[in-house]
């Protein structure tokens, strides 16, 4: 097989994956100059010089660093934060003149080739959670001025889409070991760039390898017949006759049946030529099952077994980017949507042509679309990582203190209520800000016999201070002043508190930074971030130790808004008063002195639970608020929300973090939302036809 200029053969594996993964950097790398080119010059001098010159220059950095002569794939960390502070526009600072973004995309391009010539490490620039640091109003109101910036790229499969490719490519129904972990970057898991193969990784994936291929090449004889048994792959049949020794098209033929599902192209003349080599010559060796099987695993361990290769194999149009072809756009959509590889009706279609235009995509999307969400599972899990309730399992709860509580059933009540929302499809983000609806867990014996979800015998009703499940059909309405949207669900307010305590910190961090696109520092390693332990205090009077001139100035942005939901225990239950320690009362003895340890006394005290909306760039909305309620349904009107939304649904899709280059694609979703009365699914066929996702475009120096 050949492209771009680069030669793969199956009989040599790690040059194979050499080149394959040498294609990710497609960049036109410049020789070593002696000084910077004239333009990036002049850009430094007018931008960088007045501060980063001199004795004494700011931040300790100096332009001189940025010599060729100097740079080493060792001393290249300054170049990639220069490079990372020009991406995310926080240089030059925002009391200097802004440069043109097209003139810092020129700068970004010159010093990615450089540190590419020196084989510098250049892996941060490409996963830096970057999204929130970006001005907002750059990406939705300030005129376009910035190219796209979205290099080629290998993207490492997730573990869902590991598994969909090895069911529908290898005939492989037993479980096998799962080697692709996810990662967490910018909120969401598998983010595309910086994914590599690590030693480990690779072991398990030659195990499965294995195993895939004696499976898929189990037979047994019926006299001279071969018969394929249950999971093997019967195009393999001519290959696995002891008798006959079959001619090089049985395996061109068997392969091209395999690859259909994981090959963007198809293998060449020298690879088909490589693949029957190995058979023959192992055939010679020992028996036909084995020489089919070694060619299988061979191939089940080749780069696109491993990684999405979206390196834009169209010609380049004028303005210098590359459109995914049609295999690499029907591989894109399979694993945006559904976890599963090359769908063989989309691929015929795509290669008469029905994906050449946007609207093509666009209709390829809309009819995926219209499939019952659940063949559309990347769907539901873009709200469990955007909203992050699923962990509400994960945080210890005394069962002693509510034995009614039980919070795998609370995930699946928000999971069903979200989909019920997306089913609707109207108005999705108020619907999701602001609902009073919600499911209850279902009663055990209602659900034993139903093939539905299976909860242990509890009371869980009680979380949503109900006194009885509900009667009738779900989702039910609870009371106005009780619940409001996904926020006040139980799994999310469980998944944001502490083992004993809520955690307002937490929540109004998640509110700043995912509901209005803003940035709060990490805790820094000097600060001890631990509130008083005195329980006699509300966690309100306890946190007041954050109002420190040091802490303020990042919990100004958390606390006021976290503190709304001080309405809610910490179990997720609506409460009217706060319970706290009354230490001018006894201890209250335990039933048996020898083991049980006396308990402080109680008392209930009134609940605050005022808040605010401040710096939000949003004038429109920013005040006190009075309770949750107010909060949420003040940032449901929010035209900063829904478009801080948006940026999260691009960088989930996209599987990168957004970038100014975005912005038409970013301005193009959100006018397809708005213009569809609020429609997930509009957002997504926008999305999943833009330029940022069917482009990629090579840096070049300037």
């Known amino acids: 097989m050949e492209m771009n200029g680069m030669r793969s053969s199956a009989s040599d594996l790690g040059r194979r994956m050499a080149a394959t993964l040498l294609l990710s950097l497609l960049v036109q790398v410049t020789s070593a100059q002696e000084t910077p080119p004239r333009d990036v010059v002049a850009f430094l001098d007018q931008h960088c010089a007045k501060c980063h010159s001199g004795a004494k220059p700011k931040g300790d950095f100096t332009l001189t660093r940025l010599d060729p002569r100097m740079l080493t794939a060792t001393t290249a960390s300054e170049w990639i934060e220069t490079a990372r502070m020009l991406i995310m526009g926080e240089m030059p600072p925002a009391s200097r003149p802004r440069p043109a973004a097209a003139a810092s995309a020129q700068v970004v391009a010159w010093l990615r080739a450089e540190l590419k010539r020196v084989g510098a490490d250049t892996h941060e620039l490409e996963i830096q959670p970057t999204g929130n640091h970006l001005d907002h109003t750059r990406l939705f109101s300030d005129p376009l001025d910035a190219p796209l910036d979205n290099p080629p790229r290998l993207w490492r499969f997730s573990p869902q889409l590991y598994f969909g490719l090895l069911k529908a490519s290898s005939g492989e129904r037993n479980p096998l070991t799962q080697a692709m972990s996810s990662e967490r970057v910018d909120g969401f898991f598998d983010m595309a760039a910086g994914r590599s193969i690590d030693v480990g990784t690779l072991s398990t994936l030659m195990r499965n390898a294995a195993r895939m291929a004696a499976s898929a090449t189990v037979h047994h004889l019926e006299g001279d017949k071969v018969v394929m048994d249950r999971g093997g792959l019967g195009s393999f049949a001519a290959l696995l006759d002891p008798q006959l020794v079959p001619e090089r098209k049985a395996l061109d033929a068997a392969l091209n049946s395999l690859l259909v599902y994981r090959r963007t192209q198809l293998p060449g ?44 194999l169209d010609p380049a149009d004028p303005q210098g980017r590359r459109r995914l072809s049609p295999a690499e756009i029907v591989f894109a959509l399979g694993g945006a949507l559904r976890d599963q590889p090359l769908d063989r009706a989309q691929l015929d279609r795509a290669r008469k042509g029905a994906l050449d235009t946007r609207e093509g995509v666009a209709t390829e999307v809309r009819a995926m679309l219209a499939a019952p969400l659940s063949s559309n599972p990347r769907i539901l899990r873009f709200f469990q990582e955007y909203f992050a309730y699923t962990s509400a399992p994960d945080v210890f709860k005394d069962k002693a203190l509510n034995p009614d509580f039980y919070a795998p059933a609370l995930v699946g009540d928000t999971d069903q209520l979200i989909q019920v929302i997306l089913m609707r499809d109207k108005d999705v983000v108020k619907e999701l800000l ?65 083992n004993f305590n809520n955690d307002a910190i937490r929540r109004g961090k998640w509110i700043r930074e995912h509901l209005l696109g803003q940035a709060i520092l990490d805790v820094p390693i000097t600060v001890c971030a631990k ?92 005040g006190p608020v009075a309770n949750v309620h107010e909060l949420l349904h003040r940032l449901a009107a929010s035209t900063r929300v829904r478009q801080v939304f948006v940026r999260h649904a691009f960088r989930y899709w996209m599987g990168r973090p957004e970038n100014i280059g975005d912005a038409t694609s970013l301005r193009e979703a959100d006018t397809a939302y708005v213009a569809s009365g609020g429609s997930m699914k509009a957002l997504i066929v926008a999305l999943l036809s833009s330029d940022s996702f069917l482009y990629r475009t090579v840096p070049t120096s300037p």
């Not at 179990?571 to 230490?583: A, L």
Request: aromatic share 10%; glycine share 4%.
């Open 269 to 312: 003349t020298e690879e088909y030529a490589a693949l029957y080599a190995l058979y023959l010559k192992t055939r010679r060796e020992s028996t036909a099952a084995v020489a089919a099987r070694a060619v299988l695993t061979a191939v089940f361990l080749q780069p696109e077994s491993m990684f999405r290769l979206e390196l834009g």
């Open 434 to 498: 602001t609902t009073r609806e919600s499911f209850i867990g279902s009663r055990w014996d209602l659900v034993k016999n139903t093939g539905g979800p299976v909860y242990p015998k509890t009371n869980n009703f009680r979380t949503y201070n109900l006194d009885a499940w509900p009667e009738g059909m779900q989702p039910v309405q609870l009371p106005v002043d009780q619940r409001c949207g996904i926020l006040t669900q139980p799994s999310w307010l469980v998944a944001r508190s502490q």
């Open 531 to 622: 509130l008083p332990d005195d329980l006699s205090q509300t966690l309100r009077t306890r946190m007041e130790v954050t109002r420190q001139e040091y802490c303020w100035t990042c919990h100004q942005s958390m606390n006021p808004l976290g503190l709304a939901f001080e309405q809610y225990d910490h179990f997720g239950r609506y409460r009217t008063s706060e319970t706290v320690e009354d230490p001018s009362k006894p201890p209250i003895p335990g039933r048996n002195p020898k083991l049980d340890p006396p308990t402080a006394a109680k008392h209930e005290v009134a609940l605050d639970t005022t808040g605010a909306l401040d710096f939000t760039s949003d004038p429109t909305i920013d």
